[in-house]
């Protein structure tokens, strides 16, 4: 088990370096106002310590500690700070065969610097001399010769133009000082454009969608990403034992609901007791269900939600969790070819879990239980994506994670979870108290409308009462 285990990792190691399409792009001065929402700390230090690079499925990840020299924003009132440094496996470096490290003994450096918390569930515990927190940094400045460079990717020629020292700490302030003074426009309720509790044990009007990431052949990987619903089949290619069987959801003609194994996992899909159940265990497996008016632009997402453990997964032969708590809700859907999709459907999501946050992955993929790391709430905006590896997506800029925050959050209890779309800005809240608030600027078109949309990834989650509200907007203040 342990050997195919290296081989799996190996070979999705292999996928992520041989994309052909990364389209990297160069840092602006946005993506640095950008940094400054997301994160809690900007600070200058100077590298006094560097360990070696820990890898994962998505990044390498380096540990440093920083003397720390400035504060730019944020309160950090120690002297020095334990710092991951992540970078992309495309972007890695090499020398004589072995990994270069991103950082050493005596560079001098900026850093925006994300605080990722952990949040123990039921069942897990911090060991007694673990950190409750991580300072995470996915990409930050090395100051050479006076001047700021960047990394993983270069400096725009239009920011190159400020990377002198004081140039460059100058326009980190007049960032920070935008950030703070940003003021945001005021909504209130509108009318109610959707409502559905399910109690008539019906699926109209949501629909599913269907698809896989990638060439022809990913279809039929065992670890191919797929969008699963009613309609898609597949054959698996691992392992061995079932090569040539084909996977499909069987409806039940009495209940109208879906079920099957797929991949070697249970899914099952439809409405159960009065609530609509979302069943989807297997790795990189996601059930998307959309409803609603691809004109919708500021809305309010409601929804009780309840999670729930999976205990079929507990079975040796599967290679996943019991829970992945990866689910949530979408806005702003915009699917072009609906139900259909390898990836080019954009969203706004207010969800739990980590997907596709590099912040939150690196560096506890080596070091915090799933069980512990995976209790998060998150805003992701997920631009059309369609070709290459999505573990990479924060680096090429196709996803963007406005917010995240640790949430410990409860096995098979009510949740209500809500959400708010206005203009740039998202909030997320869960039981009635805020969470979660990011701005998305500049604004893609993609993304000022669209559809609403329930979603989990390799979790067992059940919805009921989902509402959606117009919001109608007061003033206007903020620049989108």
Same mark, same amino acid.
Request: aromatic share 10%; glycine share 8%.
């Given at each position: 088990m342990q050997a195919a285990r290296h081989v799996w990792i190996g070979g999705v190691l292999a996928a992520l370096c041989a994309g052909r399409t990364h389209a990297w792009q160069n840092v602006t001065a946005n993506d640095l106002m950008n940094e400054i929402r997301r994160n809690d700390l900007v600070v200058r230090g100077t590298v006094v310590r560097a360990r070696g690079e820990r890898f994962t499925p998505h990044a390498f990840t380096q540990e440093v500690y920083l003397r720390v020299k400035d504060v730019y924003m944020g309160d950090y009132p120690h002297s020095e700070m334990r710092l991951f440094l992540n970078l992309?496996?495309?972007?890695?470096?090499?020398?004589?065969?072995?990994?270069?490290?991103?950082?050493?003994?005596?560079?001098?450096?900026?850093?925006?610097?994300?605080?990722?918390?952990?949040?123990?569930?039921?069942?897990?515990?911090?060991?007694?001399?673990?950190?409750?927190?991580?300072?995470?940094a996915p990409s930050f400045y090395p100051i050479r010769d006076g001047r700021v460079t960047g990394s993983p990717y270069p400096l725009s020629k239009a920011l190159a133009k400020r990377s002198g020292l004081e140039d460059f700490e100058r326009l980190l302030a007049e960032k920070v000082n935008e950030y703070r003074s940003a003021r945001h426009d005021e909504y209130r309720l509108g009318r109610v454009l959707f409502f559905d509790d399910f109690d008539d044990h019906s699926l109209a009007g949501w629909t599913f969608l269907v698809g896989h990431r990638g060439n022809a052949a990913a279809i039929d990987s065992f670890y191919g990403e797929k969008w699963v619903g009613p309609g898609l089949r597949w054959k698996h290619k691992y392992p061995r034992s079932k090569r040539g069987?084909?996977?499909?959801?069987?409806?039940?003609?009495?209940?109208?609901?879906?079920?099957?194994v797929l991949d070697g996992a249970r899914l099952e899909?439809?409405?159960?007791?009065?609530?609509?159940?979302?069943?989807?265990?297997?790795?990189?497996?996601?059930?998307?269900?959309?409803?609603?008016?691809?004109?919708?632009?500021?809305?309010?997402?409601?929804?009780?939600?309840?999670?729930?453990?999976?205990?079929?997964?507990?079975?040796?032969? %599967?290679?996943?969790?019991?829970?992945?708590? &990866? !689910?949530?809700?979408?806005?702003?859907?915009?699917?072009?070819? $609906?139900?259909? #999709?390898?990836?080019?459907?954009?969203?706004?999501?207010?969800?739990?879990?980590?997907?596709?946050?590099?912040?939150?992955?690196?560096?506890?993929?080596?070091?915090?239980?799933?069980?512990?790391?995976?209790?998060?709430?998150?805003?992701?905006?997920?631009?059309?994506?369609?070709?290459?590896?999505?573990?990479?997506?924060?680096?090429?800029?196709?996803?963007?994670?406005?917010?995240?925050?640790?949430?410990?959050?409860?096995?098979?209890?009510?949740?209500?979870?809500?959400?708010?779309?206005?203009?740039?800005r998202v909030e997320g809240y869960i039981d009635g108290v805020?969470?979660?608030?990011?701005?998305?600027?500049?604004?893609?078109?993609?993304?000022?409308?669209?559809?609403?949309? %329930?979603?989990?990834?390799?979790?067992?989650? &059940? !919805?009921?009462?989902?509402?959606?509200?117009?919001?109608?907007? $007061?003033?206007? #203040?903020?620049?989108?």
């Open positions: 992309p496996i495309c972007l890695h470096r090499e020398k004589a065969g072995r990994p270069a490290l991103a950082a050493n003994v005596g560079d001098e450096l900026i850093a925006p610097v994300k605080a990722i918390r952990i949040s123990a569930v039921w069942g897990e515990y911090l060991p007694p001399d673990a950190p409750d927190h991580y300072y995470t069987t084909r996977g499909r959801l069987n409806r039940d003609k009495a209940t109208g609901n879906y079920g099957g899909i439809g409405v159960y007791n009065g609530r609509f159940r979302l069943r989807c265990n297997r790795l990189w497996h996601h059930v998307t269900v959309v409803a609603g008016d691809p004109n919708w632009q500021d809305y309010q997402v409601e929804c009780d939600v309840y999670n729930y453990l999976d205990r079929a997964l507990l079975l040796p032969e %599967l290679i996943a969790q019991p829970n992945y708590q &990866e !689910f949530g809700l979408y806005g702003r859907v915009h699917v072009p070819n $609906l139900p259909e #999709t390898k990836g080019e459907h954009s969203l706004i999501a207010v969800e739990f879990g980590p997907y596709s946050n590099e912040l939150a992955l690196v560096p506890m993929w080596t070091r915090v239980r799933p069980g512990l790391w995976h209790n998060f709430c998150q805003i992701r905006a997920k631009l059309p994506d369609p070709d290459g590896p999505r573990e990479l997506s924060f680096w090429r800029k196709r996803t963007h994670i406005l917010a995240c925050a640790a949430y410990r959050i409860p096995p098979n209890k009510r949740i209500r979870l809500k959400a708010r779309f206005m203009g740039n805020k969470h979660l608030d990011g701005v998305l600027s500049p604004m893609p078109d993609v993304l000022r409308a669209g559809r609403m949309a %329930l979603w989990v990834f390799e979790t067992w989650a &059940e !919805f009921d009462n989902v509402k959606v509200t117009e919001l109608v907007r $007061l003033n206007r #203040t903020a620049r989108e």
